[in-house]
């Protein structure tokens, strides 16, 4: 046996995720599990209920579907089945993940109109209910929350309300704050919320989840385009048969989420857990832009979750080196993901503390002296 296997990592994820997870969640999948078996079986029961009651205080009117694969799975899922055969999707985009839901739709032949405000600028909420009025074949829409590309904070309150004053459907890819950031689906009038293991509740990849209306999930019944993403058929499967998935589950990942959520609670909860990633983000930035690095959003628009820096004004400067200079000190960061200016992307979610935060900005320092010294 590699001893090497025990040691802990040699650097922290900073990067939004897969994300550093604790120990504590990792040995959780040094033992295997039969998927008929009934202890596994309950253990998917207790993560649902476990999921839904972090969602709202509403839990009677909500139930949660777990779904094998990445993130963008489970969002299309959601995609290809809530949306019936004369339904219209109304994607509100300013990022890559918002323009990923807008190309599922796309790839499944749905009726899809795109309200899209670049990059770097919150959704127009206006044009939103501009064209809800104008526009009533419009059955949903859908938005993200934290959008990743770039760090930003979508109004999802501000824009829950329009879209139920026009009674549609509201679907929200929270994959990347769910478990990070406090809401109440119920209160923000959330339909559909999708999130994965391994963002804020710190688990390990594998699979995905949907938390949605109960009636919702009952609509869409025999409407999925996708055999495997059929959400309606894995909801009832899980419900008519005491938490068992339909095709093989993710057992290993699934027992690691668990240990994930248990520690989430032991931790505070989500309320704790987002003061801890706030803390984690402004000290990063504190820190950076005492060494003179600039942010790509104002600090309004930005979430606690990720956090975009442009390069710093310095010919020299490559990402490749930088990263792995930083790597060589025990930190891996993220490339920019936004198509018209050079940034890079620091993550604070996972099993990151402010000292790690300090450590980085220290490692930073060091990579900014050495390039310093040597031109
Ligand atoms: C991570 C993420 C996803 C899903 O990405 P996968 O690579 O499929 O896990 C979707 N939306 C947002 C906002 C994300 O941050």
Redesign the pocket.
Known sequence: MNIDLLDDNPYLLLT??PLSTSKRVKVAMLKDWCTWDSEYNDLVQNIRRRLVSLATRRTEDYSSVLMQG????S?ESVIGSAIGPGGKLLVMTNGA?GQ?IAQMAAVLGIDTLVLDSGEVSLPNLAKLEETLKADSAITHVAM?????TTGMLNPIQEAGAIVKAYNKTFIV?A??SFGGVPLDMAELGIDYLIS?A??CIQGV?GF?FVIARIDQLQSCKGQARSLSLDLYDQWNHMEQNGGKWRFTSPTHTVRAFYEALLELEEEGGVAARHTRYLTNQQTLVKGMRAIGYETLLSDGMQSPIITSFYYPDDPSFTFETFYKQLKEQGFVIYPGKISNADTFRIGNIGEIAEADMKRLIAAVGRVERSVKSHT
């Open positions: 939004p995720g990445s993130g963008s799975f969002v993940y990923r993200v929350h934290c959008e990743t890819d994959m990347s994965s391994n963002k990849p995905g």
